[in-house]
């Protein structure tokens, strides 16, 4: 079995070499925009805004686009657009129907927040996360790894029928579309035990059948890797969780800062463990740690999204962290590593010109490297 895992991480390497960069963070970006307004030219949304008159103006259409197209918030998006993709209505903001959406937290305004997915998106997260898997080779990690379990650590995927869609957690989406070889060789806890839909269960079941797995990488966000890991612990009666999974040497991170869980999470292991960052939210995956190191996390650009960035400052937004009307926005291109940034995005979900409420800083211009350093109001 050693020598698959050497197959495995070679091949990876050499998918790699396939997957280096063929054009500038710029070109990058502008590609994406104009596949964004070319195959979101005849929704509603598209006509309202004349994208096929942005594509007309070939050297002018970015510039176009930034001045006609105003910033969104989560309630002008959803009560002026998105609620009609609930009702079964096609081509609103993005080409078809929507068959699912992302449930995520409120905000002041709305106590739930309902976000489109679009098979586009779909595969727009299952990009990013190749990549993530090429570049893991990268990392001190064993080949031996790479042909280990993933237990992933997420919503149910038993998800709820709103008559013309389905809603959950993102997490539930996301594993629920999983390619059928990689859910079949190294999806962990399986498809049956992550389609019950309360968490108090899947925990019982994942902490019971523990000793089964050989784990080698954990995925989710710190609070449920930590309760899972500490209940196997106390349910074996060990001391460690590599005495349960000995494999275990990645844990893929995100949605909230790692910092304040890497001591108690220190505790729980019998050895060192590479930890890897993430940058997903209920609006996509936007990209990864790419080196070792802790440098930042790495945008990706050429995967449906296209990023704005709006300087948090008192010119942009107000006392409370709202944003004003026509705000100053650069590209990727056009950023610097001193100054913070609120994310804005135009996806393959029919997002445009969408405030998701991250700051940012760059930490690596060059390398279009970003640590998100805050929101831009508590409860966005």
Same mark, same amino acid.
């Given at each position: 079995?050693?020598?698959?895992?050497?197959?495995?991480?070679?091949?990876?390497?050499?998918?790699?070499?396939?997957?280096?960069?063929?054009?500038?963070?710029?070109?990058?970006?502008?590609?994406?925009?104009?596949?964004?307004?070319?195959?979101?030219?005849?929704?509603?949304?598209?006509?309202?805004?004349?994208?096929?008159?942005?594509?007309?103006?070939?050297?002018?259409?970015?510039?176009?686009?930034?001045?006609?197209?105003?910033?969104?918030?989560?309630?002008?998006?959803?009560?002026?657009?998105?609620?009609?993709?609930?009702?079964?209505?096609?081509?609103?903001?993005?080409?078809?129907?929507?068959?699912?959406?992302?449930?995520?937290?409120?905000?002041?305004?709305?106590?739930?927040?309902?976000? /489109?997915?679009?098979? @586009?998106? &779909? *595969?727009? =997260?299952?990009?990013?996360?190749? %990549?993530?898997?090429?570049?893991? !080779?990268?990392?001190?990690?064993?080949?031996?790894?790479?042909?280990?379990?993933?237990?992933?650590?997420?919503?149910?995927?038993?998800?709820?029928?709103?008559?013309?869609?389905?809603?959950?957690?993102?997490?539930?989406?996301?594993?629920?579309?999983?390619?059928?070889?990689?859910?079949?060789?190294?999806?962990?806890?399986?498809?049956?035990?992550?389609?019950? /839909?309360?968490?108090? @269960?899947? &925990? *019982?079941? =994942?902490?019971?059948?523990?000793? %089964?797995?050989?784990?080698?990488? !954990?995925?989710?966000?710190?609070?449920?890797?930590?309760?899972?890991?500490?209940?196997?612990?106390?349910?074996?009666?060990?001391?460690?969780?590599?005495?349960?999974?000995?494999?275990?040497?990645?844990?893929?991170?995100?949605?909230?800062?790692?910092?304040?869980?890497?001591?108690?999470?220190?505790?729980?292991?019998?050895?060192?463990?590479?930890?890897?960052?993430?940058?997903?939210?209920?609006?996509?995956?936007?990209?990864?740690?790419?080196?070792?190191?802790?440098?930042?996390?790495?945008?990706?650009?050429?995967?449906?999204?296209?990023?704005?960035?709006?300087?948090?400052?008192?010119?942009?937004?107000?006392?409370?962290?709202?944003?004003?009307?026509?705000?100053?926005?650069?590209?990727?291109?056009?950023?610097?590593?001193?100054?913070?940034?609120?994310?804005?995005?135009?996806?393959?979900?029919?997002?445009?010109?969408?405030?998701?409420?991250?700051?940012?800083?760059?930490?690596?211009?060059?390398?279009?490297?970003?640590?998100?350093?805050?929101?831009?109001?508590?409860?966005?």
């Amino acid at each position: 079995m050693a020598i698959l895992g050497n197959l495995i991480s070679r091949s990876l390497r050499l998918r790699k070499q396939f997957d280096l960069p063929v054009a500038t963070p710029e070109k990058y970006q502008r590609n994406t925009l104009r596949q964004l307004l070319e195959r979101a030219r005849y929704t509603a949304f598209g006509k309202e805004y004349g994208f096929s008159d942005m594509l007309d103006q070939e050297l002018d259409f970015m510039k176009a686009f930034r001045n006609k197209v105003p910033v969104h918030n989560y309630n002008k998006m959803y009560e002026q657009w998105w609620y009609r993709c609930q009702q079964g209505e096609e081509n609103v903001s993005w080409p078809g129907k929507v068959k699912y959406f992302a449930l995520s937290s409120g905000t002041s305004e709305s106590a739930s927040k309902h976000i /489109p997915v679009t098979q @586009d998106m &779909i *595969k727009s =997260i299952k990009k990013v996360g190749f %990549k993530q898997l090429y570049s893991m !080779v990268d990392f001190k990690v064993p080949p031996s790894a790479f042909q280990k379990g993933v237990l992933m650590l997420g919503g149910t995927t038993s998800l709820f029928e709103k008559g013309e869609y389905y809603e959950g957690d993102m997490s539930g989406i996301s594993a629920k579309n999983m390619p059928k070889w990689m859910s079949n060789l190294f999806y962990k806890p399986g498809q049956k035990i992550s389609s019950r /839909p309360q968490w108090e @269960d899947r &925990i *019982k079941l =994942i902490v019971r059948n523990a000793r %089964k797995w050989d784990v080698g990488t !954990v995925c989710g966000v710190p609070a449920w890797v930590q309760i899972v890991m500490e209940e196997v612990i106390r349910y074996h009666k060990v001391n460690n969780i590599h005495e349960i999974w000995p494999n275990l040497s990645i844990y893929i991170h995100g949605g909230v800062s790692f910092e304040p869980y890497r001591e108690s999470f220190k505790k729980l292991l019998g050895k060192p463990i590479t930890f890897i960052e993430t940058y997903m939210a209920s609006e996509g995956s936007f990209g990864f740690q790419a080196r070792p190191g802790g440098h930042g996390i790495k945008l990706v650009l050429n995967a449906g999204i296209f990023f704005e960035f709006v300087p948090f400052t008192p010119e942009n937004f107000d006392d409370d962290g709202n944003i004003k009307d026509n705000p100053t926005s650069v590209l990727v291109h056009e950023v610097d590593e001193q100054t913070s940034y609120a994310v804005m995005l135009s996806t393959c979900a029919g997002a445009w010109r969408y405030i998701i409420g991250d700051v940012v800083r760059f930490t690596n211009a060059k390398e279009h490297e970003i640590a998100i350093v805050g929101r831009t109001k508590q409860f966005l």
